[in-house]
């Protein structure tokens, strides 16, 4: 079974940068796409970058050319390089896993609070 362990969230003023990490257990996450997902308050849960096991990414828009998603296979975590952050980005941040078979794990989220 996989398991998913965020950390790096935090408290930051706009405009400044923080980094989560996302370790996982287990030899499946080689096999997995990961992601990093977001929940605001009263918000549905969003997108906010995606990278596949050959390390193709995607970004939701409003994170494009802030945000950068990076794996590192050997070790079984993902990455979430926040810059320029903004007060809508605050929220609880999610790491999330497919594997081949289509089976979604999901940790147990990280907040990230931004001041103004």
């Known amino acids: 079974q996989v398991q998913l362990v965020e950390s790096g969230g935090g408290l930051v003023q706009a405009g400044g940068s923080l980094r989560l990490s996302c370790a996982a257990s287990?030899?499946?996450?080689?096999?997995?796409?990961m992601g990093w997902y977001r929940q605001a308050p009263g918000k549905q849960r969003e997108l906010v970058a995606a990278?596949?096991?050959?390390?193709?990414?995607n970004y939701a828009d409003s994170v494009e050319g802030r945000f950068t998603i990076s794996r590192d296979n050997a070790k079984n975590a993902v990455y979430l390089q926040m810059n320029s952050l903004k007060p809508e980005d605050a929220a609880v941040y999610y790491c999330?896993?497919?594997?081949?078979?289509?089976?979604?794990?999901w940790g147990q989220g990280t907040q990230v609070t931004v001041s103004s």
């Open positions: 999330n896993a497919v594997d081949i078979n289509l089976k979604t794990y």
């Open positions: 287990g030899s499946i996450f080689s096999r997995s796409a």
């Open positions: 990278i596949t096991r050959g390390g193709s990414t």
